[in-house]
């Protein structure tokens, strides 16, 4: 649903979809992508699809006589949001062509603007298109389950609906929890999987031939090779294809173009492939998912919560005892896993491409139908982002103490420790798909090392439920089923087999004595004293997810933003001045004077924090830093100058039933900030300019306001953002 805005609400669609049981509406399926209106006061860029968007609601409501101002009374009288699919190809080109007499906006919906989904019936959005002007998205109704089902799967055996193709169908119906609660309105989607996949393959090959790369593809071989000659011909013939085509200009005339010279269509060529046994079955079992990471990225973690979901096979490569051939002895236990799993992780860092190499050949060479999965935790650009990836790496390692096989926190000095885990960033090799050997990868996932791993677990499912939906047996895992996997993975497990990097010399009195450093001396944390940590406390903050406030803040600046308002967010992402890590600072040490009450609480919870640790036995888990709570911010506003750019924030108040602050008093209601504006720095143009000089930024803004006399430049957040955060503390240097 948009956002509901003061003149009127809208949110268009820039692909080609349309769906909606007990009433069941069939919508016919396309691509969606949401997006809003903004008001004209307001100060959030515009996008190329917004403006877009714009031109054609005009262009409908004035082919019937009517204003957009006539529609947002309307809308707002109605307390509702319009959802329209923009089918545009002289913008926007997708999978289905839409000519210029079927371009517009489609209208699937009409939504109550309330906390549930709530929506009209396709009847009545009918109705509205009609009186607005509007293209109507056209829907079949069922009355049961299996007449749907039927439908569905005879659609399917085409590829089309009324004699026109189509991606699959967004089911809208009711229903409910329990067989005694009420009925609610609810849809899901219904996608066929060809020959739009051997479109989209077809696609990414001409791009690969374009720019010089071989193509890749693994379905549709002969086909896909006969099209490739096409594409090649009218590449040849007209050089200015390329560039079009890269533009997403051109696919659809390429693709029918071929088509009609074979004298067939999509769905004919799937029934052939079919009839002459040339389909490739879904993939069902034989995937090596490998991590690629570095020490304390959370890949154990996140693999056994996948074995608690699916009984998948977890091979973890330093169970592997003693050096000899252990490469050679981890890939057989990975082979002779695949025999009763459908799915096996190899669970070693695979941080260098030498290690990833090794792993597919060495797998292929005795099972070459193995596919291969790369669970890919991003540290690149290395320049930006590993500063923060110490920092929240370090942490982990530190408070698992001797629960790790490799480093043993309780056992070693942190200085041998972070010597250990620098080495692995500093080899850390990223995954490169047009380059050996990360081209063998079927599948890359994307994992943000600064996520939890209950995060990284979801983005994995979801990749995978698209990627391999037959890799399944059942349905989707439910947010609960996520918690209780990743809840069981952190609680249950603990090292069988610990050894030290050290353990391939041949001289036992070669090998370095485990160093105490303090560590388990009773009275101190990694050779801390309590009053020494509590001298070093520089301030408290909340940290936030690197990779939501990075989001947040590219998504105010899409291409379309005029040059004089993304200058410095441009120079920030170029120069890589934007900060490595996030987070709200509650109180610096140089407000301590000025304000005692809230640095005395803090120091409180940060001592009783240290004081737990001390009594737990053996010095286990002890960090100098600990978390003392958990928080919730809104992020609410971007402000910035030709300096520098924060975010306006609002903390929430505390949540005294989550668990992290079981320690926190119940008297405190908040977490409250000694700053006049609690913002998050995103970055400063220049190394000279320090990021407390938001605090400045942010004061003359809320005097002033955002103008060209102040030369403060400001961009409303769409939507309520509100992020998870850990309280804690950061010391100086000792």
């Not at 025999?339 to 090794?358: G, L, P, S, T």
């Not at 509650?586 to 919870?605: F, G, T």
């Not at 220049?686 to 942010?698: T, V, Y």
């Amino acid at each position: 649903m948009g956002k509901y805005r003061k003149e009127y609400n809208w949110a268009i669609r820039t692909e080609r979809e349309g769906k909606w049981l007990h009433h069941i509406h069939v919508w016919p399926r396309g691509w969606h992508a949401s997006a809003s209106i903004p008001r004209a006061q307001g100060k959030t860029p515009i996008s190329a699809t917004q403006l877009r968007g714009q031109k054609w609601v005009r262009r409908h409501v004035e082919s019937v006589g009517k204003t957009e101002r006539e529609l947002a009374l309307e809308l707002r009288k109605w307390n509702a949001t319009a959802v329209g699919e923009l089918c545009d190809d002289s913008f926007e080109e997708h999978v289905l062509a839409y000519d210029e007499h079927s371009a517009g906006i489609y209208l699937h919906g009409i939504n109550y603007n309330v906390p549930f989904f709530a929506t009209l019936s396709g009847p009545e959005v009918h109705k509205f298109a009609d009186n607005w002007g509007f293209k109507k998205a056209q829907f079949v109704l069922k009355n049961d389950l299996s007449e749907v089902r039927t439908f569905l799967e005879g659609c399917a055996e085409t590829g089309s609906w009324g004699g026109r193709d189509t991606e699959g169908f967004v089911v809208r119906c009711k229903m409910r929890e329990a067989h005694s609660g009420p009925y609610v309105d609810w849809f899901f989607k219904y996608k066929f999987e060809e020959p739009y996949l051997m479109y989209r393959q077809w696609r990414e090959c001409t791009k690969a031939v374009i720019s010089g790369r071989p193509p890749k593809y693994k379905k549709h071989v002969k086909i896909t090779e006969e099209y490739l000659q096409y594409a090649r011909r009218q590449l040849q013939m007209n050089p200015k294809l390329g560039s079009l085509y890269n533009q997403n200009h051109g696919i659809i005339a390429m693709r029918d173009g071929f088509l009609k010279e074979r004298g067939l269509k999509g769905s004919d060529i799937i029934a052939m492939e079919t009839a002459e046994g040339d389909v490739a079955p879904p993939i069902s079992q034989n995937i090596v998912l490998v991590p690629v990471a570095s020490i304390g990225c959370g890949k154990t973690t996140v693999a056994l919560g996948l074995v608690n979901l699916f009984g998948w096979g977890h091979i973890q490569n330093d169970n592997i005892q003693g050096r000899r051939d252990r490469a050679k002895r981890f890939v057989h236990q990975i082979n002779n896993a695949l025999i009763n799993h459908k799915a096996v992780i190899a669970d070693r860092n695979n941080h260098q491409k030498r290690e990833r190499k090794q792993i597919i050949e060495d797998i292929r060479s005795i099972n070459p139908d193995a596919r291969f999965v790369a669970l890919h935790y991003v540290h690149e650009p290395k320049g930006r982002m590993l500063d923060g990836i110490r920092n929240i790496t370090r942490q982990r390692v530190l408070e698992r103490g001797d629960n790790h096989q490799t480093i043993r926190a309780d056992s070693k000095s942190p200085e041998e420790i972070i010597g250990i885990m620098e080495g692995f960033l500093q080899r850390f090799e990223a995954v490169d798909t047009e380059h050996e050997p990360d081209i063998n990868f079927d599948e890359v996932i994307d994992l943000d090392i600064a996520a939890t791993s209950r995060e990284n677990l979801e983005t994995i499912v979801s990749a995978l439920y698209n990627a391999y939906p037959r890799l399944f047996d059942g349905s989707k895992p439910s947010a609960s089923d996520l918690d209780l996997a990743i809840d069981a993975a952190m609680k249950n497990y603990t090292v069988d087999v610990k050894h030290d990097l050290t353990f391939g010399s041949k001289n036992p009195s070669h090998r370095q004595p485990p160093s105490n450093s303090g560590q388990n001396q009773p009275n101190t944390i990694n050779g801390n004293t309590i009053e020494k940590l509590l001298k070093r406390i520089e301030f408290f903050n909340i940290s936030l997810p690197q990779s939501e406030i990075n989001s947040l803040a590219a998504s105010l600046f899409p291409p379309s933003t005029p040059p004089e308002i993304s200058k410095l967010y441009n120079h920030l992402k170029n120069s890589r001045r934007i900060q490595a890590s996030f987070h709200v600072t509650l109180i610096h040490k140089a407000s301590a004077k000025d304000r005692p009450d809230i640095w005395d609480q803090y120091k409180d919870l940060y001592k009783n924090a240290l004081q737990r640790q001390l009594q737990q036995p053996d010095g286990h888990t002890r960090n100098p830093t600990p978390a003392l709570g958990a928080a919730r911010v809104r992020i609410e506003r971007l402000v910035w100058n030709d300096k520098i750019m924060a975010f306006v924030a609002r903390i929430m108040p505390v949540d005294h039933d989550e668990r992290l602050n079981s320690h926190v008093s119940r008297d405190m209601g908040s977490w409250e900030c000694a700053n006049d504006i609690p913002h998050v720095t995103v970055g400063t143009a220049a190394p000279n300019i320090k990021p407390k000089e938001s605090n400045d930024l942010l004061r003359h803004w809320l005097e002033h306001g955002a103008n060209a006399e102040t030369g403060i430049m400001e961009a409303e957040i769409p939507s309520v953002k509100v992020l998870e955060g850990i309280v804690g503390v950061v010391l100086s240097r000792s």
